[in-house]
């Protein structure tokens, strides 16, 4: 049985490739529309200009005939408007979902980049289905409509389970990786029994730290059969030339050692008696 990150991964980008037909179909139903509504105002404009009595009715009506275009002042330029701007919105949110240019909308756009989850485009999603479907449209401009209002809210609810890890989840990039990651891509190295030879990796700590040792003694020419600096002016010189400092300890003493007492003062001393010695007349 796969696991659970499995079936995540594939429920997820089986939504994504929902919202891109979705996004799809709502571009070449606008762009269906718009071509429908320029080709409705020109019989609007040339029924305008004859005296027909029925084409006079249709000119008072409040939209142009077999159009989306209201008839009022700038009502096609509106229009168009519109049309264009829920193109622009397609191809913006097809881009987030295919994930290129992801650093430009990490940057400038970051609620489609990858640190945000699905519920902004599923927001987007819902408010371009629900301005299609307020207009009384052809029927393959509603189906497309009402199919991209139920992805976003099928993206919404993806926003709220999984919030800013489900672009993550279905990323094939870090799918691949974690399946890269279950089993270690190379082998250690095969331990050298060759006591001969120099330190390897199947060695000791000890082992280890001597050949430390040595590479720093190598460094400071003494395993190249030069005469070392030993400790004084010309190595600390020299470890000051490869970036090593070397800093004078602190004078401490240690926690169980007495306290130094104050010396004796020159007024104490003059005030202490000396001692004096009787002898006798006679030596002994």
Known sequence: MAPVKTYIFFG????????????LLVFASSIFVMVNDIEAVNSYESASQSNNATNVDLVSC??????TVPNQLGGVFWAIVNRLLIIFQVVILIMSEVGWPMPLFDRFFPVLGSNFG?????IFQGFMGAAVLS?????FTF????????VGCLNMLLG??????????RSITSWRDGKR???PSHLPPVANLNRSGTCTSAESYTSTTVCDEKRDMSEFGVARGRAGYGFGRQGEKAAGMKGFLISKPLETLPRYAARPTSAP????RSSTPQPHFNSSDTAI
Do not use: T
């Not at 207009?135 to 029927?139: A, E, I, K, T």
């Not at 709220?160 to 989840?169: C, M, P």
């Not at 003062?265 to 104490?268: P, Q, V």
């Open 12 to 23: 997820l980008n089986v939504a994504r490739i929902l919202s891109i037909v979705s996004l």
């Open 62 to 67: 409040d939209y142009i005939e077999n159009s």
């Open 118 to 122: 699905l519920g902004a485009l599923g």
């Open 135 to 139: 207009q009384h449209v052809d029927d």
């Open 143 to 150: 189906v497309a409509a009402f199919f991209l209002f139920v």
């Open 160 to 169: 709220l389970i999984f919030r800013e890890s489900a672009k993550e989840r």
């Open 181 to 183: 990651d279950v089993l």
């Open 265 to 268: 003062s020159a007024s104490s």
